[in-house]
């Protein structure tokens, strides 16, 4: 059992440091993993937890070993305890009293049932002899600039102003996002540019935003 005890002091410090957005109470300095933490102070330390953990903490008690506590939003700097759910550990995380999380596939591989997440083409098996299939980074164009280019783009989605190439709909800096090179000109950097990952795996994924396409908002020119 998980035992997290905030203080009426912990409780006020916390609950100064999201802002309700909807049905989301978003945690107003979240993590490049997209959650938030939360310094839990007791009487030698201070120890770091995610803050959605301390809002269950608050609002319901103790977490059970062997189980996490997921977003039912699928927001992960939520902190709202009514999007709160608990899951039992295991790949993919199971709800309790629930199916397969919303997304989840079983492996495209033939005869393999392992699940998938809808970030990734294959299951965690397939994807280890996948991406050894594919060569070095440096070879599939994701070397250093690469890499250095995903930094000051990151940069650009966390303060919110950057817009999917694939979709034109906005990047959440809580979404997993990824820099998608040109279709027509791989190896130019300058071309590149982020988008969802569903958008840039999946034909499915770009499809599911077709027909709500507006007007481009205003996106940063590329580096």
């Not at 506590?69 to 699928?74: M, T």
């Not at 002899?129 to 440096?138: A, C, F, I, L, N």
């Not at 990952?197 to 034909?203: D, F, I, Q, Y």
Request: aromatic residues 8%; charged residues 25%; positive net charge.
């Amino acid at each position: 059992m998980t035992t997290l005890a905030p203080t009426d002091k912990d409780i006020a410090r916390f609950n100064s440091k999201y802002t309700v957005k909807g049905d989301c109470h978003e945690w107003n300095t979240p993590h490049s993993t997209g959650y938030g933490y939360f310094y839990l102070k007791t009487d030698t330390a201070a120890v770091m937890h995610r803050a959605h953990r301390i809002s269950y903490a608050i609002h319901f008690g103790d977490i059970p070993d062997g189980i996490q506590v997921d977003h039912v939003c699928y927001n992960k700097a939520c902190v709202n305890p009514a999007a709160m759910a608990l899951v039992v550990m295991m790949r993919p995380p199971k709800r309790i009293g629930d199916g397969m999380p919303k997304g989840w596939r079983p492996c495209p591989k033939p005869h393999c049932p392992e699940p998938t997440p809808p970030t990734q083409r294959f299951c965690d098996a397939h994807m280890v002899e996948y991406e050894q299939s594919r060569g070095t980074k440096t070879e599939r164009g994701y070397g250093k600039d690469f890499q250095q280019l995903r930094v000051k783009w990151g940069k650009r989605i966390a303060s919110g102003i950057v817009n999917c190439k694939r979709c034109r709909k906005w990047i959440n800096p809580s979404e997993s996002w990824h820099l998608d090179h040109d279709d027509n000109d791989r190896d130019n950097l300058a071309l590149a540019s982020p988008s969802h990952a569903l958008c840039n795996l999946s034909a499915g994924g770009k499809a599911s935003h077709r027909g709500d396409r507006g007007p481009l908002p205003p996106t940063p020119p590329p580096f």
